[in-house]
């Protein structure tokens, strides 16, 4: 009752980012109901029922990471003194930020239950009734149990994933005890002795070198076991390796690529601050690197994530393009074109929620240049530096990494 209060008086864009996270949950649901009824409709093909359910693997990640990544930016969930006074310490408002997460999933694939059954031509009464009763396997009645247990599956996962993002770690507990109940210190502590001192132990590019560790390994195995011919464009999920079938081998490539340029991103984010304010900067220059040194952890995870979806898309493109000649079937169904739409589409988002983010927390030291009589438009300037800065570091190492995870697939 009270996240529904919450959410009933939170601000607009608020409310915008958990319509989209429920229209995001509505399609990994929808997914996830087609390949419940393909394996239904034909329970002889285990295997092309297996690798639909498996598809639906990566749109589910991705609306859990975008899942949590609204619930993070929420300020309903952020911890207040008031809220503390009657019990709503930062642990309790964790399971509020799952318990709204829950709902607003629970909502889409609500949503994507009805228009799937509409479709199915199981509900009637309408002019869509059984539009797409052929492709989603409209014959074959669904077994309920099973459908309501793969639709509480991304509920499940994103709000258990919000309590665990968001519990207080265990420095954020032992520093509120030490606030509140020890006195304000009359000298100067020593950085040693400082709450900051682990987490400053640790640098924000410490991952870099992580990365590129990863990303070195995922190529060597893509091309250690890649050596086969171009995909044919009748198969499921056509990929060199195996016949009929998918490499493990070149999935765990693909994968540890991808990981890698995860890890690497904040890294990435960091230097390219560093490489803005080297030298002897202008103050656009200086205040675009400070600010990226500084929104490093916040937004270079995301980016990576953009990243590695970006230079997966491009090497599939790429991959199926070579073999599809335009007289055979596409390799790309509508249903593979949704699940890469809803991938691409919150990964972008996270990405656009974590800058928004970042902009909301530097609002008062934003303020504070103002009042110093800088102009707003040496803000938009560094804003633009920023962009012009990542785009041209990222946009390259991003296609980069995709001709390098495509080329020995197409040799």
């Not at 991705?62 to 008031?82: E, I, K, L, M, S």
């Not at 335009?326 to 996270?350: K, N, R, Y």
């Not at 902009?359 to 009042?371: F, G």
């Not at 570091?393 to 080329?407: G, K, S, Y």
Request: aromatic share 4%.
């Amino acid at each position: 009752m009270l996240s529904l209060r919450l959410a009933r008086g939170a601000h607009p864009l608020v409310l915008l980012r958990r319509l989209l996270v429920a229209i995001a949950a509505a399609g990994v649901a929808f997914l996830l109901l087609c390949a419940l009824g393909h394996a239904v409709a034909d329970p002889k093909a285990t295997g092309e029922s297996l690798v639909r359910l498996m598809w639906c693997v990566l749109p589910l990640a991705a609306v859990v990471h975008f899942a949590v990544a609204v619930a993070r930016t929420d300020p309903a969930t952020r911890p207040r003194d008031g809220l503390d006074a009657i019990g709503l310490g930062p642990v309790r408002l964790s399971l509020l930020a799952a318990a709204s997460t829950a709902v607003s999933c629970s909502l889409g694939s609500a949503a994507a239950l009805l228009v799937y059954l509409e479709l199915r031509g199981s509900l009637g009464g309408t002019p869509l009734s059984g539009a797409a009763a052929g492709l989603l396997d409209g014959g074959a009645p669904l077994p309920w149990a099973a459908t309501l247990t793969l639709l509480g599956l991304l509920p499940a996962l994103a709000a258990g994933a919000c309590a665990v993002a968001l519990r207080p770690r265990r420095e954020q507990r032992r520093s509120a005890a030490r606030h509140a109940t020890a006195p304000a210190p009359t000298l100067p502590v020593p950085p040693e002795q400082s709450v900051a001192a682990p987490e400053a132990a640790r640098p924000v590019y410490a991952g870099l070198p992580w990365g590129v560790t990863i990303i070195a390994c995922g190529l060597a195995l893509e091309a250690y076991v890649g050596h086969a011919p171009v995909p044919k464009p009748d198969a499921l999920l056509a990929l060199p390796g195996q016949s009929g079938g998918a490499s493990p081998g070149l999935l765990g490539g693909w994968l540890l690529a991808s990981m890698g340029l995860v890890l690497a991103g904040p890294g990435l984010t960091h230097w390219c601050g560093a490489l803005l304010a080297a030298g002897r900067p202008g103050p656009v220059r200086m205040l675009a690197g400070r600010i990226l040194q500084d929104a490093a952890q916040r937004t270079g995870r995301p980016l990576g994530v953009l990243c590695a979806v970006a230079a997966g898309t491009l090497a599939a493109v790429e991959l199926y393009g070579a073999a599809w000649d335009g007289t055979e079937p596409s390799p790309f169904g509508p249903l593979t074109g949704l699940g890469a739409a809803v991938v691409m589409a919150c990964v972008t988002a996270t990405a656009v929620t974590a800058a928004l983010d970042t902009r909301q927390a530097r609002s008062e030291t934003n303020a504070a240049i103002l009042r110093l009589g800088i102009p707003a438009s040496m803000l938009r300037g560094a804003a633009a530096v920023r962009t012009c800065v990542l785009l041209a570091v990222l946009a390259p190492l991003t296609w980069l990494i995709a001709e390098l995870t495509a080329l020995p697939l197409t040799r």
